[in-house]
Structures are given as C-alpha cells and as structure tokens.
C-alpha cells in the first residue's frame, strides 16, 4: 500500500467540462506559483479542446500559453491530452502532422502525452505513443472506458496489455462520462493490477453521481493515481474534487500527503475566477443526472446538444434526442461517446429526430465512419443500417492514416502565400494552420478578437462577499450569536449587480 498520486485537471479537463474552455491563461499565472507547491504528480494543462478555443475565441497562441505554464509551473509535470492521430483536432491527420505536434509540444514543454483514441483501435495510438517515447515524453495510454454487451474487463485488460506492450508508462481508464460504477472501478483496477507491471490512473466525472464513491473503490484495488480538481472547478461534468479526496483519504494507508490548506488557499482564487466566467457556465454541466447511465451522454456533449437544439427552436425535442442517442450508438458498433464520435453519434440522433424518421438525412462524418475512416468500430455496425448509409461501398480494414498522405509541405506552401509564418515560431504557426486552416489565417494575421467577459459581479464585491462569509463561517462553527441592537444582522451586501447565490444572512436557526 501507498499514497495515491494525484493529477490536477483544472486547468484544462475541468473548465472545458464545465464551461465550455473559456479559462484565460492571465488567470491561470497569478496562481501558478500556489499550485507548483502543493505537490500534485503531474497537472494536465493543454491538450482536448484547449487547442481549438485558444485561437477560435480566445485571441491566444495556444503555444504561447504552454510556454507561460512551463515557467510558472517549474517543478511540476505538465501533461496534455492527444486524441490520438486526431491530435487536437476532429479527423485523422498524416503521420507527419502527429510527429511535428509532438515534438512542439514535447519542446514546449510537455511532460506526460496521454493518447487515448475514441474506438480504442491502437493503430490511430501508435503514432502518437512512438513518436513521444522516441523523444523522451512520458506516456498514459488511455483506455476510452465505456458500458456495451463488447465492452467487457477481458477487452479493457487485454488492450492495457497491448499499450504496455507498446511502450506506454502508465496505463489510463479514461471515464469521460462518469459512467463507472464503484464495483465496476474495483473490478477493473484489481484485473490491470494483476495484468499490466505500469501505474494505473484513473479518470473520471461527476456527471452520474458515483465520480467519488468509484474513486474511493479504486483505491481500495490499489490504484496508483486520480485526476481530481479543485473543489471550486470540480463536480457535475467534471471531475471529483479533490479537497473532499485528501480529506477522506488522511491517515490511511493511501493518504496523498498533500497540504489540505495550501489546497484551500488556491480555492479562493478559483472561486473568484467562476464567478468572472459565470456566463459560460452551463447549468447542465453542473447537474449531477443518474439517467447518463442509459444515456451514456458526457457532460460536454449535453451541453452541446442543448446548444444545437436551442439553435434550431426545437429545444422541446431535447429528450427524444437523449433517448435517441443510445440507439444510435448501438446501430453504430457501440463506439465510446468521446471526442470525435461523441459528435458524430450525437449529430445523427439530432437529425434522426429532427427529421422524424431515422437515418433519412445522414452527415458526412457519420458515412466516414461507417467506412472505416475513424478506425474499426467495438462491435460490427447494425447491418440494415450500414447498408442505408454506404450502400454497396465497402469499410476499408486499413490504418486510416495509411491512405493520408504527407501534408505538411503542401500547408507550408499555401502558409507562405498567405503570409501567416511569423519569424521565430514558424513552425509552430505551420501546425497551427494545418491542425484548424479555416480559423488559423485570421489569428495568425493578428485579426481576432477575443471574445469579451462580462462577470455578473465585479472582483471587488466578491472580495468583500468572501470575507463577510468568512466571518459568519466562523461565527456559526463558534456558536457564536452576530448581533446589531438586538437584530441578527444580514452578512452579505446587496447590489443591483449581484446573483441571489451569493446572499447569505445569518438566520438564528443556523446559528444556535
């Protein structure tokens, strides 16, 4: 028996959960110096969405912001997340795309490269997973956990056999939508345990409630480390918290040794930094919804969803499509609901019931995929339903990138042309436009704004709101009477530009 590693997700897994990416690296730096003191086994800093909204909404070089992270985080390891041979991205690029991202971000500073792919077919890991190795990165394979009749702990086991085989240090169960039960998390670690000699980390979400119960499961089968974030940023779609983790976990065995009150001093940071971003906040991702257990929906994908039916005035069709979802995914081979097919199932459900009659209108990206193009499906895809949507076209068997050519060297010819290569990080601006070329021209020309942030309550009055409710805090703990003449006085200021949330009076009852 030993402490529990622990891997900070907050800044990145848990804000994109929660609201939508939108964390600005300025708020990140000022705690940085906090954070790299508290003694977490690695951050995930970069990676998933981070990419795409740095450049889409944010006005931020995503590079820039690594190497910001890398400085201010000296003695911590940075990890970032790759969604295999779609990188950071949503579709499969060439081989030497994946190398030269890689080593960027191995350059910029990246510790620890967790590959995970949405099928679980290793052939669009393996790129990804030798070219880190080879230039002496860390590795998490990831296991895209998920719930079918297919997806059984004899298949998880023996694809951890093979990512170790292939050379990965730590074997990853990727839970994107808190689908593990606490028996089913103690039955999985205990058979990877005794299957695979490398750490096991596991990664979870709150969507359905059980994120902490399975943890503490985990621990009990000797799991080596948890992704948790700070409390403020941590619950509904994203993970854990892990305030409530090193607290539970003190003076046991698996105690993390982490300093519970250097923890709670980063909090305040962070919940002034919420209350700054409240607009993004859906309130869908903060719910905690047991029905994701039939649904299997990630917390980042209902909000979508949501959005994508408000679009279209159909909010009201909001659980046909939920109902929808898992008959898609089972016509489909039962793929992982995570980034890329978590869209490409979700879209189909939302044509399906917007149309009225299945599968009548069919996407682009649904078609690739029933011909292979994201790689082989966990099961055989519904027979009646591949022939509606490929007719007599054949699935091809091959590595999908195998039928990628180089492309590299055609984007730096069409980067030249439009003048986007900016002397000194030319090949950082190279990826950028060969990863997103339709958004990239606009940023690296200078041209975007960053989206602007309109706080529901300024930084001022949240101050003055933390330390008032510091003082009832410690009155009620004290049992302690706060008085005015006689009057139980009211402990939050009122403010046309204040949330209800944040009005709190010191009512007898709680007191006494």
């Given at each position: ?93 060439a081989d030497d795309v994946v190398k ?15 590959v995970f792919d949405a099928l679980n ?217 995570v980034t890329p097919t978590s869209q ?169």
């Open positions: 028996m030993k402490p529990v590693k622990i891997i900070d997700t907050t800044f990145r897994d848990a804000h994109q959960s929660l609201m939508a990416t939108r964390m600005r690296v300025s708020d990140m730096l000022p705690i940085c110096e906090q954070m790299d003191r508290i003694g977490f086994f690695a951050m995930e800093v970069w990676g998933g969405a981070t990419f795409d909204v740095c450049i889409r909404y944010l006005a931020e070089d995503p590079w820039q912001r690594l190497n910001l992270l890398r400085e201010h985080l000296p003695n911590t390891k940075l990890l970032m997340l790759v969604r295999g041979q779609n990188i950071v991205g949503y579709r499969h690029y030269e991202f890689i080593k960027l971000a191995r350059k910029h500073g990246i510790d620890i490269f967790r077919d290793i052939r669009n890991m393996e790129k990804a997973i030798k070219i880190a190795k080879d230039i002496g990165a860390e590795v998490q394979g990831a296991i895209s956990y998920t719930t079918s009749p297919v997806h059984t702990i004899e298949k998880f086991v023996e694809f951890a056999i093979e990512l170790e085989e292939m050379g990965c240090d730590y074997i990853c169960i990727k839970d994107m939508a808190g689908l593990i039960s606490p028996q089913a998390s103690y039955a999985l670690v205990k058979a990877l345990k005794q299957a695979v000699k490398i750490p096991i980390d596991l990664h979870t979400h709150c969507t359905s409630g059980m994120g902490p119960i399975s943890y503490y499961s985990a621990v009990q089968a000797d799991v080596d480390i948890i992704d948790t974030a700070i409390s403020i940023f941590a619950g509904g779609s994203s993970q854990p918290a892990l305030e409530n983790l090193v607290v539970s976990l003190k003076d046991t065995p698996y105690d993390t040794k982490l300093n519970l009150q250097k923890i709670i001093d980063v909090g305040y940071h962070f919940l002034q930094m919420k209350q700054k971003y409240a607009k993004y906040i859906s309130p869908i991702a903060e719910m905690t919804d047991a029905s994701v257990a039939v649904h299997q929906i990630p917390g980042g994908m209902l909000s979508n969803l949501h959005a994508q039916l408000k679009e279209q005035n159909a909010l009201d069709k909001y659980q046909q499509v939920l109902e929808e979802t898992p008959r898609v995914r089972e016509d489909l081979g039962y793929p992982p609901l490409i199932v979700g879209i189909q459900a939302v044509m399906n019931v917007l149309a009225g009659k299945r599968y009548t209108q069919i996407s682009k990206e649904v078609k690739d995929y029933c011909l292979g193009l994201y790689g082989k499906p966990p099961a055989p895809i519904k027979p009646d339903i591949l022939k509606m949507i490929i007719g007599d076209e054949k699935p091809m068997t091959r590595r999908p990138a195998d039928l990628l050519k180089p492309e590299l060297a055609a984007r730096k010819i069409e980067a030249e042309k439009l003048g986007i290569l900016r002397k000194g990080t030319e090949q950082e601006d190279l990826v950028t436009y060969t990863l997103f070329p339709q958004i990239a021209v606009k940023f690296l020309k200078g041209e975007c704004k960053a989206e602007k942030i309109e706080p529901l309550i300024t930084t001022e009055e949240l101050h003055d709101n933390l330390e008032e409710q510091k003082i009832a805090a410690i009155a009620v703990a004290l049992n302690e009477h706060l008085t005015d003449n006689g009057k139980f006085i009211q402990i939050s200021k009122t403010t046309d530009k204040q949330v209800s949330g944040w009005k709190i009076k010191a009512r007898q009852e709680n007191i006494q």
